[in-house]
């Protein structure tokens, strides 16, 4: 039940056109055919939107990861005026309508000059990010033992030291959750990839996958085999590093 | 305050900033320019002038029924999918945890892999595969049941499949961390009950449920905020708003109205309400955790 739709996605991608529209569907392809694969490259350009897609999950990932552990590590370890409102104000931005981003947003980037590029994206991946990884990485650091951070003062390291030579070795498992959110949002983004994008310039395979219903004529067999190869990347990370997944959703939760 | 703590709370101070320059920039900065131009007119299509127009978008919220419907659809879809996925993904996991004794290790990994491809397969990818699996000629959907539902051009039909697409997507949410959750029930309180002589139904009830429940709310809160704002790549897909407005929810409404219309000045202001509300469940949620 759970595999029923991808498995069928994956079916269809490797079928003829003639077969894909038969009333009766069949599960495994009469005849097997990787054109619609050839399709993605050759008509849809996926060879742009791919790395694109890349770009903008491995750079928002760097951006909010960074951002976010830097911060989370500040509010969690000291406390200065005002710092309890600031979190309380980045917890929220959690709970918002990304939607309700969208019109200032592009009002912004329009202004910018940023309309089409892969930086606009890339921002508004980090906005919905940057909270997901405060959060979490939050949750670590508060847990974080103290001694440890004591002991390496003792021993002469300054706080900065304390931060990329202990903390952040140990605090591992927890980055490698909060990399692999990011990636999957970066990854997966539409709104804002839709918002921003037009050409294939700063496009990413997730638009451009939806553009393949063109209102003339839905490439189904193309659109079937871009789901499967987008699913593809994000699906054999997640399988690797599941036990972070894991870890990660029940840390968001439970907190 | 000793240089110490001027020091202390001088790195915290520091170590935060790039975050919430950013944050300033990118967030706050938008939010008040959404407030502002609920108060105006400003279609960039037309003209790129921003007329002051006091209420008027507010008005038109009110009185169009564009916007309550979109609110209604959304508030349902809400509903009807936390719903939905707590209840199978709180079976799903009972189920696993009861089997989870005939598996090795990785065997049990394998299986729990499996639950997990939905929830992280791309929401355009998922939107297509379903589109197909909905289609009324040679969808799989129709030819399984042997009918021919025209899925996705009848109101109540569309609403049934975005809502079999999304709890499709996201049960496992609520698999993993129930089933995380029923793990760590100690098993002394199943062995006294069984000793006790309770049935398999009476250890559900009084044992399992009570010490699932806390968790199992506090999910469905959070899966119920992220469904009401986020529900927008699916829908987009899917039917892209409904036959007629039949699907529109509102982070659709809101996108349409802004980047297909190109009607600023209304869509902020139905941003402003959509942070309105999601700040009204926000404070709420973690007032109630602190």
Redesign the interface.
């Known amino acids: 039940m759970t595999l029923f739709p991808v498995l069928w996605m994956i079916s269809s991608s490797l079928k003829q056109d003639k077969e894909i529209y038969k009333i009766h569907p069949t599960w495994i392809p009469e005849k097997f055919t990787i054109e619609h694969y050839r399709e993605l490259f050759s008509q849809f350009n996926f060879g742009r939107h791919l790395p694109n897609s890349a770009i903008i999950a491995l750079s928002g990932t760097v951006l909010s990861v960074t951002l976010g552990i830097l911060a989370s590590y500040g509010f969690s370890r000291y406390s200065f005026p005002g710092s309890r409102v600031l979190l309380f104000i980045v917890i929220l931005v959690r709970v918002f309508t990304p939607a309700a981003f969208v019109v200032p947003l592009y009002d912004m980037m329009s202004w910018l000059g940023l309309i089409d590029s892969l930086l606009s994206i890339i921002i508004g991946v980090t906005i919905l990010n940057l909270p997901i990884v405060i959060w979490i990485m939050k949750v670590f650091f508060d847990e974080f033992p103290n001694e440890i951070i004591d002991a390496a003062k003792v021993d002469g390291l300054s706080s900065l030291g304390v931060l990329t030579h202990i903390v952040i070795p140990l605090a591992a498992p927890a980055v490698a959750t909060v990399v692999l959110f990011s990636l999957i949002a970066g990854w997966n983004d539409f709104l804002f990839s839709l918002a921003f994008s037009q050409t294939e310039k700063s496009m990413p395979a997730t638009v451009a996958l939806a553009n393949m219903d063109t209102g003339y004529k839905v490439y189904w067999g193309a659109m079937m085999a871009g789901g499967t190869f987008i699913l593809f990347p994000i699906m054999i990370i997640a399988f690797l590093l599941q036990k972070h997944f894991i870890q990660g959703l029940i840390k968001g939760a439970i907190k | 305050m000793s240089s110490y703590i001027k020091r202390?709370?001088?790195?915290?101070?520091?170590?935060?900033t790039?975050?919430?320059l950013?944050?300033i920039t990118?967030?706050g900065?938008?939010?008040f320019?959404?407030i502002f131009?609920s108060f105006h007119d400003y279609n960039?299509l037309h003209s790129l002038e921003v007329t002051f127009s006091g209420l008027e978008n507010y008005q038109w919220l009110v009185k169009e029924s564009i916007f309550i419907n979109s609110l209604y659809i959304t508030i349902l879809f809400t509903i009807v999918s936390v719903t939905l996925e707590a209840f199978i993904g709180f079976f799903v996991a009972y189920f696993l945890v009861k089997i989870k004794e005939r598996f090795t290790k990785w065997g049990f990994?394998l299986l729990?892999?499996?639950?997990?491809?939905?929830y992280?397969?791309?929401?355009?990818?998922?939107?297509?595969?379903?589109r197909?699996?909905f289609h009324p000629?040679?969808?799989?959907i129709n030819?399984m049941l042997n009918v021919k539902l025209m899925w996705l051009s009848d109101p109540i039909l569309a609403f049934l499949s975005i809502v079999i697409a999304d709890v499709?997507k996201t049960t496992p949410?609520f698999i993993?961390?129930l089933l995380?959750g029923l793990i760590s029930v100690p098993t002394e309180q199943y062995e006294a009950a069984r000793i006790d002589g309770a049935s398999g139904w009476q250890e559900l009830r009084y044992i399992t449920m009570p010490s699932i429940l806390h968790?199992w709310i506090?999910?469905s809160v959070?899966r119920a905020?992220d469904a009401?704002?986020?529900i927008?790549?699916i829908v987009?897909?899917l039917t892209g708003g409904g036959p007629g407005r039949a699907t529109e929810v509102?982070?659709?409404l809101?996108?349409k109205t802004?980047?297909r219309f190109f009607r600023?000045g209304t869509?902020?202001a139905?941003?402003?309400v959509?942070?309105l509300i999601?700040?009204f469940?926000?404070?709420g949620?973690?007032r109630r955790r602190t």
């Open positions: 202390e709370s001088r790195i915290g101070f520091l170590l935060c790039p975050c919430l950013f944050i990118f967030i900065y938008p939010l320019r959404n131009l960039p990994r729990t892999s499996v639950f997990i491809i939905p992280v397969m791309p929401t355009t990818s998922t939107g297509v595969a379903w197909m699996l000629s040679f969808g799989v030819s499709w949410f993993f961390i995380a968790l506090v999910t959070f905020i009401f704002t986020k927008f790549d987009y897909i509102l982070p659709l809101i996108y802004a980047l600023f869509a902020s139905l941003g402003v959509a942070i999601s700040l469940f926000g404070i949620l973690l």
